[in-house]
T-cell receptor, first 111, second 113 residues
Framework: ELKVEQNPLFLSMQEGKNYTIYCNYSTTSDRLYWYRQDPGKSLESLFVLLSNGAVKQEGRLMASLDTKARLSTLHITAAVHDLSATYFCAVGRESNYQLIWGAGTKLIIKP | EAQVTQNPRYLITVTGKKLTVTCSQNMNHEYMSWYRQDPGLGLRQIYYSMNVEVTDKGDVPEGYKVSRKEKRNFPLILESPSPNQTSLYFC????????????FGPGTRLTVL
């Protein structure tokens, strides 16, 4: 059974610092996604990772995928307050079109 | 504007009173999906559809029904709502399958008393 675990679930950090959110999954998969959700809002797609070693970057966010370790990371560089949000990873089941979601990481960046 | 719309956005109802939450997308997407979001549990998939007249169960389908008679619409039906279906519901769509990023609707907050 595919399970997705995010760490940490809550993160409070200072502006200007670097940090990494981890997404582990329990069985093989061929696709992984990162989404952002602002309080009271809907979800917005950040990255789609489809192959081992994939790395994508957008501004201060960089996501990578290691399919052998069943691990994806979302790295935040020189955090700014606007990045405060909840970040979700979602992993696709190989056998069908379902996505299994992590519980989310609530990120608070203090000025 | 490309978007996914849901109605209603907020709904308070009572146990057993049938309700429908509508979802519509204007991007000609084949894939559509319903999720529920509960604190600490992330999103859980209820049902999804790969195209017109093709639907399949997600992880938590009990108590829900869906239909896909037109490509743009994917309504979620609760025949006899119960308090444990109180949740935030999201509809999402994407091109042909879930390899592509999904676009989410604004959400429907449902309370069942």
């Amino acid at each position: 059974e595919l399970k997705v675990e995010q760490n940490p679930l809550f993160l409070s950090m200072q502006e200007g610092k670097n940090y990494t959110i981890y997404c582990n999954y329990s069985t093989t998969s061929d696709r992984l996604y990162w989404y952002r959700q602002d309080p009271g809002k809907s979800l917005e797609s950040l990255f789609v990772l489809l192959s081992n070693g994939a790395v994508k970057q957008e501004g201060r966010l960089m996501a990578s995928l290691d399919t052998k370790a069943r691990l994806s990371t979302l790295h935040i560089t020189a955090a700014v307050h606007d990045l405060s949000a909840t970040y979700f990873c979602a992993v696709g089941r190989e056998s069908n079109y379902q996505l299994i979601w992590g519980a989310g990481t609530k990120l608070i960046i203090k000025p | 504007e490309a978007q996914v719309t849901q109605n209603p956005r907020y709904l308070i109802t009572v146990t057993g009173k049938k309700l429908t939450v509508t979802c519509s997308q204007n991007m000609n997407h084949e894939y559509m999906s319903w999720y529920r979001q509960d604190p600490g549990l992330g999103l859980r998939q209820i049902y999804y559809s790969m195209n017109v007249e093709v639907t399949d169960k997600g992880d938590v389908p009990e108590g829900y029904k869906v239909s896909r008679k037109e490509k743009r619409n994917f309504p979620l039906i609760l025949e006899s709502p119960s308090p444990n279906q109180t949740s935030l519901y999201f509809c999402a769509s994407s091109l042909w399958d879930s390899y592509n990023e999904q676009f989410f609707g604004p959400g429907t907050r449902l309370t069942v008393l």
